[in-house]
């Protein structure tokens, strides 16, 4: 069993839904949670970065960790085609170390 | 702008040749990264560099090799003994001992393939 799983897709949205994307893990060392997104041909760049459970919200993203189901997630309002890209989700046990979901692939149809 | 450099952006191998992956930051982060990604299985880190002249083997160093000559620079050898060296591999840096883990920045990525 991976210690994060994360579901592939791939998602087909139309423009202005909302996207759900969710990862769970095994491990309850993990303590600091990241969304990433990947553009095709581009490397991850950061979305989200929490530390505790609860959520995190930045302009149409919010973030959502519950440490007690081991469980994150990722919406993004009102979406937009350019936010079709990969989304991987990223968590570390405090030792500057990341694992990595495989990527939820996101296609936002105008 | 500050960053992550990865050249060159595309590589070609040879059977038998070994390669090297250039990675240059300039956001003077103490520790950087060498991961693969391959279509499915999101990032599998390689090895990691906390200071100078130090570096530990990740979970697929097999094959690869890195030095740390200077905090700006992580190069990555893909060596010959590395069977299935086709992939996109990415390097990462972040700075340490802030108060818990910060999160990691990325370069753009070299692809290799083989020929």
């Known amino acids: 069993q991976k210690e994060v799983e994360q579901d592939p897709g791939p998602l087909s949205v139309p423009e202005g839904a909302i996207v759900s994307l969710n990862c769970t893990y095994s491990n309850s060392a993990f303590q600091y949670f990241m969304w990433y997104r990947q553009y095709s041909r581009k490397g991850p760049e950061l979305l989200m970065y929490?530390?505790?459970?609860g959520n995190k919200e930045d302009g149409r993203f919010t973030a959502q960790v519950d440490k007690s189901s081991k469980y994150i997630s990722l919406f993004i309002r009102d979406s937009q085609p350019s936010d079709s890209a990969t989304y991987l989700c990223?968590?570390?046990?405090?030792?500057?170390?990341?694992?990595f979901g495989a990527g939820t692939t996101v296609t936002v149809r105008a | 702008d500050g960053g992550i450099t990865q050249s060159p952006k595309y590589l070609f191998r040879k059977e038998g040749q070994n390669v090297t992956l250039s990675c240059e930051q300039n956001?003077?982060?103490?520790?950087m990264y060498w991961y693969r990604q391959d279509p499915g299985q999101g990032l599998r880190l390689i090895y990691y560099?906390?200071?100078?002249?130090?570096?530990q083997k990740g979970d697929i160093a097999e094959g690869y090799s890195v030095s740390r000559e200077k905090k700006e620079s992580f190069p990555l050898t893909v060596t010959s003994a590395q069977k299935n060296p086709t992939a996109f591999y990415l390097c990462a840096s972040t700075s340490l001992g802030q108060g818990g883990n910060q999160p990691q920045h990325f370069g753009d990525g070299t692809r290799l393939s083989i020929l």
């Open positions: 560099s906390q200071i100078v002249n130090d570096f």
């Open positions: 956001l003077n982060h103490d520790a």
């Open positions: 990223a968590m570390s046990k405090n030792d500057y170390k990341l694992s």
């Open positions: 929490t530390y505790s459970s």
